[in-house]
């Protein structure tokens, strides 16, 4: 028998599975049934939520010691990536949010960027000694890949930030993404100034962890991103809800890759300047005004679907999201691993 039922009149469960009358039912830390209520077996606690449940929202671009956790999780966010950080310190912090008693949201870290000497971000401001690992020549770069691997790192990030420095070299990026490729683990990168969006193509970088927001890529250029990667958004850094010239140019470039085919990933770079932890509803609202439709912003924004095998991640909302996107501002619950955080 599950341990707990959340029932509420509306449901999303994931793209396409939109159900009235909603169940989902949970043992420990998993969705054992998600779907209709009349079907949902017996269990021993039922939590009513007078709203619409959806999938607990991910933030796949954080620097989470640069935030509270608690507040994130609060905020409806409950699982995050963490692109940047010296080791000693984000590894280990990841590994105790895999624990009960972790009062935030799942951490999956990637540890320090990995650059070149004076690259970024050994000289910025917001980063610890440490935040970059710097590299010299492509057999530098494979230990790099291979010591962060074995340290823990869930995924390994790359400095294509021209516009602030020395970058790797293609040999050194192609022997960084080969590594981490046989050690199963995806490339990220922060691209930023000419021709570096391009040379992520051609070395096989999986993701981008900024929409570019410097220059206009063309749309040849953005159709190719869109058959072998994905893109963070990340919009509200440069805006806090002010138009900017960045914001522009980072919106087109996003709304020109989706259409394109591209998929795109909520984030927010969170830790960097006054981004509201938990769910960002401007991050929202401009996905939203880029032209994504509000499942392809759910989509975006989920940690994983409602559905049996998953993990019992959720919230609830008070109005449909499908009718006012606003709605995610307004949260009544909020569970991670099947435990209630929050409920109103």
């Known amino acids: 028998m599950p341990d707990i039922t959340v029932r509420a009149p509306l449901a999303w469960l994931g793209p396409g599975r939109l159900v009235d009358e909603a169940s989902v039912s949970i043992e420990g830390d998993t969705i054992a049934y998600a779907g209709e209520s009349r ?10 939520v007078d709203g619409v449940l959806l999938p607990a929202a991910a933030d796949r671009h954080v620097h989470i010691a640069l935030a509270d956790p608690g507040a994130v999780l609060l905020g409806g966010v409950t699982a995050v990536r963490d692109l940047g950080w010296p080791p000693e310190e984000i590894f280990p912090l990841a590994a105790a949010s895999e624990g009960p008693s972790f009062n935030g949201p799942l951490i999956r870290a990637a540890g320090p960027m990995i650059t070149v000497p004076g690259g970024y971000p050994t000289r910025s401001e917001w980063a610890p000694e440490g935040t970059g690992l710097e590299v010299r020549g492509p057999e530098e770069a494979t230990h790099a890949v291979e010591k962060l691997a074995d340290d823990g790192a869930a995924h390994v990030k790359v400095s294509l930030n021209a516009d602030a420095g020395p970058t790797p070299t293609d040999e050194e990026l192609v022997a960084i993404v080969e590594c ?37 890529l063309a749309d040849e250029l953005l159709e190719q991103m869109a058959k072998s990667m994905r893109i963070v958004s990340t919009l509200d850094i440069h805006s806090y809800g002010v138009d900017t010239p960045e914001l522009r140019a ?60 998953a993990p019992a991640d959720m919230i609830g909302v008070a109005r449909n999201p499908f009718e006012d996107i606003e709605a995610l501002g307004e949260l009544k619950l909020v569970m991670r691993a099947g435990r209630v955080v929050l409920q109103r």
């Open 39 to 48: 079907y949902a077996p017996g269990s021993e606690i039922t939590v009513l």
């Open 180 to 216: 981490a490729h046989r050690r199963d683990l995806f490339v990220t990168a922060h691209v930023q100034g000419r021709g570096q969006a391009e040379r992520a193509v051609g070395a096989g970088i999986d993701e981008i962890a900024h929409r570019p927001w410097t220059e206009h």
């Open 250 to 309: 980072a919106t087109d470039n996003l709304w020109r890759f989706a259409r394109a085919g591209g998929k795109v990933l909520y984030g927010t770079d969170l830790g960097n300047g006054p981004i509201p932890p938990g769910i960002d509803l401007r991050e929202v609202l401009m996905l939203w005004e880029a032209g994504l439709g509000a499942e392809a912003v759910l989509e975006a924004m989920m940690r994983s679907p409602l559905e049996a095998g």
